[in-house]
């Protein structure tokens, strides 16, 4: 099964910054995605969904302020910009294929309706 890949992690200290991405190639990228992220011996954590234009997002409240999603879809490319990290951000990040809706012209994704097809996602350290 075609999946995107995340690239863009790495270990930085508190305070400062990453930009994920999340590529597709060989298929486009004409869906929802959503950004997850698994520490160690815990489960998948939500983090932030984006709708298939661009239109719709959404954030966990532990990442509300900090972290901006955003597609290049010319790019066939989803991103994911964190700031401020913190200790609790190290995990690794996954992308995936998430739901979406459209209601009276509100686009909206919805990261409770994923596809568990993990790839092989990219290492978040935030350490001093």
């Known amino acids: 099964q075609l999946q995107p890949v995340e690239s863009g992690g790495g270990l930085v200290q508190p305070g400062g910054s990453l930009r994920l991405s999340c590529a597709a190639s060989?298929?486009?990228?004409?869906?929802?995605i959503g950004w997850f992220r698994q520490a160690p011996g815990k489960e998948h954590e939500e983090i932030s969904c984006?709708?298939?234009?661009?239109?719709?997002?959404k954030y966990a409240d532990s990442v509300k302020g900090r972290f901006t999603i955003s597609r290049d879809n010319a790019k066939n490319t989803v991103y994911l910009q964190m700031n401020r990290l913190k200790p609790e951000d190290t995990g690794v990040y996954y992308c995936?294929?998430?739901?979406?809706?459209?209601?009276?012209?509100?686009?909206?994704?919805?990261?409770?309706?994923?596809?568990?097809?993990w790839g092989q996602g990219t290492q978040v350290t935030v350490s001093s």
């Open positions: 060989g298929f486009t990228l004409d869906y929802a």
């Open positions: 984006i709708s298939s234009s661009g239109r719709g997002s």
């Open positions: 995936v294929r998430v739901g979406e809706s459209w209601a009276a012209d509100v686009e909206s994704c919805h990261l409770t309706d994923y596809d568990d097809n």
